[in-house]
């Protein structure tokens, strides 16, 4: 009874076999193989448009070559406080480009506040070479809360990055979470929506290790392959992340399993919601919710597994996956419910 994180989720099936198949023989490497080939025809077909793309292993790796793409060790970064970028990343993203500045931008629920990240930009400027160049913004859709940014928001931030002529970059470690969550086509999530680059997340989704750097903007492209290979991230038995990548696209299999994981958190909202406080608004599959903390304790003796949020002793978060069980979920809500009674 994990809730966890999607993390600890196994791999998909179909996944794993794809790996086996791929281990027919030998393949050229470093990237040079038919599986990583198929995998980028897949993302142009997908995205409908030119793509480049680079398959790696750490959605870390992909968000800090992206970063290198479009910022300059001069460059500053904007991203919301507790985005992966800022608060998870040791400072890959520093280290990296060689020295950009993170500029963490507050909001409600994981989001950037757009009006704050326009008043920051419209300062900027003012010391003249003193102060860092911004650069790129970063959007992570599924936010760190959960909620997902709407097309009407991504609008928006279209609009501010082309007043200021800055990058804009989408962490989509739960990509598909929230592309589910707004039932839209790909291309209007992102490259109709001003997105430059996008990490392109799938381990968390059923994937063994898979992610990809997918970058729509050809301005930025012209290192990529150097820059790729000088973090370190240019896998020489490749094939075996593009097959996985290829087997979460097939046949849908990544909106399937994403689909799931977000009516698992939806099916526990809606049966938790008249007596349990929700932090943020449930949009995708991860959920945080406010219980005491008898109860926490009482779930935790009952075998059911989460993490009680850093800095609070009575807010726990919920993930909700591709491999959760519903009777698990019921079980979890039907426990809450009773103790709250
Ligand atoms: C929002 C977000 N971005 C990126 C990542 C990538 O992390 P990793 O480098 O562990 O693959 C994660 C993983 O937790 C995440 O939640």
């Not at 990343?89 to 480009?97: D, H, L, N, S, V």
């Not at 804009?168 to 790909?186: E, I, P, Q, T």
């Not at 809606?270 to 109860?295: W, Y």
């Amino acid at each position: 009874m994990n809730f966890r994180s999607d993390n600890e989720a196994p791999i998909h099936q179909e996944i794993l076999n794809a790996i086996i198949e791929a281990n027919a023989g030998f393949e050229e490497s470093y990237g040079y193989d038919k599986f990583s080939d198929h995998f980028t025809e897949q993302c142009q077909q997908l995205f409908q448009c030119w793509c480049e793309v680079l398959p790696l292993t750490t959605g870390t790796a992909a968000n800090s070559i992206a970063m290198t793409l479009a910022c300059p060790p001069y460059g500053s970064i904007l991203c919301h406080e507790h985005a992966h970028l800022n608060a998870d990343e040791c400072g890959a993203p520093e280290f990296f480009t060689g020295g950009a500045k993170l500029i963490p931008i507050k909001g409600d629920h994981g989001k950037i506040d757009l009006n704050a990240l326009d008043n920051y930009l419209s300062h900027t400027g003012v010391h003249g070479e003193h102060e860092s160049l911004p650069s790129v913004i970063s959007i992570t859709q599924c936010s760190e809360a959960g909620t997902v940014y709407s097309l009407a928001e991504l609008e928006q931030l279209k609009a501010i990055k082309q007043k200021y002529n800055l990058t804009l970059h989408m962490d989509g470690a739960r990509f598909a979470n929230a592309l589910c969550s707004l039932g839209c086509d790909v291309a209007e999530m992102t490259w109709k929506s001003g997105i430059d680059m996008l990490s392109f997340g799938a381990t968390k989704n059923g994937a063994m290790m898979a992610e990809a750097l997918i970058v729509f903007n050809p301005h930025l492209t012209k290192e990529i392959k150097r820059l790729r290979k000088r973090s370190g991230h240019l896998i020489s038995k490749m094939r075996f992340v593009s097959a996985q990548l290829n087997a979460y696209l097939k046949d849908d299999l990544w909106l399937k399993m994403a689909q799931h994981a977000n009516d698992m958190a939806q099916h526990f909202h809606q049966t938790t919601n008249a007596k349990v406080k929700f932090i943020h608004p449930v949009e995708a599959n991860e959920v945080f919710c406010q219980l005491p903390v008898t109860v926490i304790e009482q779930l935790r003796i009952e075998g059911f597994e989460f993490h009680v949020w850093p800095g609070s002793t009575d807010i726990i978060r919920l993930v909700f996956s591709h491999a959760t069980n519903a009777e698990d979920v019921n079980r979890l809500a039907q426990s809450i419910m009773q103790q709250i009674d």
